[in-house]
């Protein structure tokens, strides 16, 4: 399809295990940005790509997360050693070029459901 | 954490009446957003305000970016069935802020 797709769409895994989450962005973005949205809140801003390169990590919790888009196109949120805290939303979206107050839109994934027990 | 009050939280409104929501901040940004979130999706952008004073419309959405630059609200007139889900604020200067949301329920 022509939107982001992100993969699984629900992932239940153990405390203590590690996960991977996929993005896989609108061909062409070069912008790429992860949210963790928990019930009942907003989307929580993590770690923002340009690139190859993540140009703003503020966001990451803690040294458990962790992202890669080694070819600027689809990026993996690693999280290790998994707490029963992480479970959550995590959204991904895309734009063509970075946000930073311009006239870009960005657009949204549906989201990995993660639930640690 | 976010930096952003989003109300009111929760509305229950009748079909055909007019919503107002708004958002307030104790920081300043450069651009106001507004999205809506159906069940199972990703949130889709609604209104996106660059300037201070600024009011824009998409069809019966209107949103305003607050003079301050510290707010903005928006209004949904003659609301329809469609309309339910949760409505967030997003204020972006270095990165994104979002709102906690007001989640709308239209009745029929």
């Known amino acids: 399809g022509a939107g982001v797709s992100q993969t699984p769409s629900n992932k239940v895994t153990e405390k203590g295990k590690y996960v991977e989450l996929r993005c896989d962005p609108i061909?062409?973005?070069?912008?790429l940005y992860w949210y963790r949205q928990s019930l009942g809140q907003g989307p929580e801003f993590l770690i923002y790509f340009q690139g190859t390169g993540a140009a703003d990590d503020s966001g990451l919790p803690n040294d458990r997360f962790f992202a890669v888009r080694p070819e600027g196109s689809v990026s993996t949120l690693k999280i290790q050693r998994t707490e029963r805290g992480d479970s959550a939303v995590y959204l991904c979206?895309?734009?063509?070029?970075?946000?930073?107050?311009?006239?870009?839109?960005?657009?949204f994934g549906p989201g990995t459901r993660l639930l640690v027990l | 954490g976010q930096q952003l009050n989003q109300s009111p939280q929760s509305m229950f409104i009748q079909e055909g009446e007019d919503v107002s929501m708004n958002c307030t901040s104790s920081s300043i940004f450069n651009t106001w957003l507004w999205y809506k979130q159906d069940p199972g999706e990703g949130p889709v952008l609604l209104i996106a305000l660059y300037k201070a004073g600024e009011l824009t419309s998409n069809g019966r959405l209107t949103a305003q970016f607050g003079i301050t630059r510290k707010d903005s609200f928006l209004n949904i007139s003659a609301s329809i069935p469609s309309d339910v889900g949760i409505y967030f604020c997003a204020g972006l200067d270095n990165d994104m802020r979002f709102g906690a949301g007001t989640r709308l329920t239209v009745k029929p």
């Open positions: 979206a895309s734009s063509l070029i970075p946000l930073a107050g311009g006239q870009e839109t960005q657009y």
């Open positions: 061909s062409g973005h070069t912008a």
